[in-house]
């Protein structure tokens, strides 16, 4: 079965400084049919104006994902961490029992394009957590790249929950592939460009949620990058 969640029919706000549109209700955003899939619980799409950001402003129990497409996002938090995240990386920030973070462009001008994601965690109460990694899919385009995981590699942050978050790079006219154990599900978004599952014409901002199927096919009709959630 495969759930198609069009770009057009997100949630969106513009505040000015952001932005943001809402694959699943969020803040002022309420879909009784849109809560998330299986784990997942948010996907936004954010851009961020220069000089704009989050203030400081607390987690808890959710295991945060930032994934950033265009510029360079700041970030601090009361675990002492301070880093930069640009394209090519992902940070994963554990909130568990509670945790205190901002977020801002440090560019006056450059806009910052990013996905933020949620996913819940297995158990509740965990300690705070932060790591970030490079994760070089832009090194070996045509394939997918674990780079989030209850096990990572060397290039994927360890979450904790079981799911298995994929990234890549597709060129035109390539096809990949992946294989979906029994009772596991997917959910696909589709960060830049245009691609087709099973026929199905997808474009940027779209995400297609997939259950009770064996695997499934990607081909890109233009160049594009993508997420692939590998769900319980």
Same mark, same amino acid.
Do not use: C
């Given at each position: /079965? ?14 000015? @400084?952001?932005?943001?549109?809402? $694959?699943? $209700? ?19 799409? &954010? ?8 203030? +400081?402003?607390?987690?808890?129990? /959710? ?14 938090? %009361? ?12 940070? =994963? /920030? %554990? *909130?568990? +029992?509670?945790?205190?973070? $901002?977020?801002?462009?440090? $560019?006056?001008?450059? #806009? ?5 994601? @949620? ?8 300690? !705070? ?5 490079? +994760?070089?899919?832009? #090194? =070996? !385009? ?9 096990? !990572?590699?060397?290039? *994927?942050? =360890?979450?904790?929950? &079981? ?13 990949? +592939?992946?294989?979906? &154990?029994?009772?596991?599900?997917? @959910? ?9 599952? &099973?026929?199905? !014409? ?8 997939? %259950? ?7 081909? *890109? ?12």
């Amino acid at each position: /079965m495969l759930n198609i969640r069009r770009s057009k029919d997100r949630g969106h706000a513009n505040h000015g @400084w952001l932005d943001t549109y809402h $694959s699943f $209700s969020f803040a002022g955003y309420y879909d009784p049919d849109r809560m998330g899939f299986r784990d997942l619980r948010v996907i936004n799409e &954010d851009r961020i104006a220069g000089g704009g950001g989050f203030g +400081t402003h607390g987690h808890k129990d /959710m295991e945060i994902i930032t994934y950033v497409l265009d510029g360079a996002l700041e970030h601090r938090d %009361s675990l002492g961490t301070g880093s930069v995240i640009r394209p090519g990386e992902i940070q =994963k /920030m %554990s *909130a568990g +029992t509670g945790i205190l973070h $901002s977020e801002y462009n440090g $560019s006056p001008s450059q #806009e910052v394009h990013l996905l933020q994601i @949620w996913l819940l965690p297995a158990q509740k109460g965990i300690a !705070p957590g932060y790591e970030q990694k490079e +994760t070089r899919i832009a #090194e =070996k !385009p045509g394939q997918l790249h674990l780079i989030a995981g209850p096990a !990572p590699g060397t290039n *994927a942050v =360890k979450i904790h929950q &079981d799911v298995n978050l994929y990234a890549g790079i597709i060129e035109p006219g390539e096809t990949l +592939t992946h294989k979906l &154990d029994n009772n596991r599900h997917a @959910w696909v978004q589709i960060a830049r460009g245009a691609i087709a599952i &099973d026929n199905i !014409p997808l474009e940027a901002g779209d995400g297609i949620a997939i %259950s009770g199927e064996s695997g499934l096919t990607i081909t *890109a009709t233009e160049r594009a990058e993508i997420l692939l959630f590998d769900l319980n």
